[in-house]
């Protein structure tokens, strides 16, 4: 994982946060600002996708 690796961690916070607390409907992408995220969450992990600019994230299911 490079350093832009992890700018781009801080930048999908807001976004995960909502995830973990069970919200992924109308979730507004932190890069394009559309409303065209979405949500994979399968196991434990998470992957977040924008289907406008194609930004993508994988995290850790922390249930
Ligand atoms: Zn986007």
Sequence with gaps: MSECDYD???VWQDVL????SGHV??????FCEK???EVDTE??????KCT???????GQNSY
């Excluded at 946060?17 to 973990?20: A, I, P, Q, S």
């Excluded at 409907?25 to 932190?30: E, I, K, N, T």
């Excluded at 196991?43 to 977040?48: D, H, N, P, Q, T």
């Design 25 to 30: 409907d109308g979730l507004v992408c932190p």
């Design 35 to 37: 409303k065209a995220i």
């Design 17 to 20: 946060d909502e995830v973990m």
């Design 8 to 10: 781009e961690l801080s």
């Design 52 to 58: 406008e600019c194609g930004r993508w994230i994988e």
């Design 43 to 48: 196991g434990a992990s998470i992957s977040i």
